[in-house]
């Protein structure tokens, strides 16, 4: 039984360095979208193998300080595109889902390419061949980053399945 759906989604970010950075301006945000596509397939029972392709956007507002001492700031849209590849236990009216992430920053600013985790824990609701979903999920994109900086998400997914 596999299945394929959308999702769409509101985000909390924040963006680090897990080693700490001296002298890094600040990061603050917009509200942050996301939306996707997802496809399960199943493995065994109540486990399925979950993946897909994400694509969040950012407009940030990054704050420094310039060589003549003078706060100064601009805005940035921030676009990441992420492959979860992820193991989902479900049961009849929840599941949990997590596993690494591959993600592209496609704004070509100060990359949040790299290696992630998440980890999620949702609701659904079937019906026929279609199931309903509501996903809040931690995720941080970059654990292992290719550059030096994390993004860090908290986001609630709001999707619709299909079953085949």
């Known amino acids: ?5 959308i999702y769409g989604g509101f985000v909390n970010t924040g963006v680090g360095t897990f080693g700490g950075t001296v002298g890094g301006g600040g990061y603050g945000k917009q509200p942050t979208y996301e939306f996707g596509v997802k ?13 897909g392709i994400n694509y969040m956007s950012i407009l ?17 849209h921030i676009r990441v595109i992420s492959i979860p590849i992820y193991i989902n236990y479900s049961r009849k009216y929840f599941f949990i889902n997590g596993g690494p992430v591959l993600a592209a920053d496609v704004s070509s600013y ?6 992630g985790l998440a980890l999620g824990f949702g609701i659904k609701y079937d019906f026929d061949k279609y199931s309903i979903i509501v996903n809040p999920h931690l995720r941080v994109n970059s654990l292992l980053p290719f550059r030096h900086r ?3 998400e908290a986001s609630i997914q709001i999707g619709l399945l299909y079953q085949f």
Do not use: C, P, R, W
């Open 39 to 51: 496809y399960l397939t199943n493995i065994s029972g109540n486990y399925y193998f979950e993946t």
């Open 1 to 5: 039984m596999d299945k394929i759906g």
């Open 150 to 152: 994390q993004l860090v």
């Open 60 to 76: 940030a507002t990054i704050s420094y300080t310039d060589t003549k001492g003078k706060d100064a700031s601009y805005k940035k």
């Open 110 to 115: 100060d990359s949040f390419s790299g290696f």
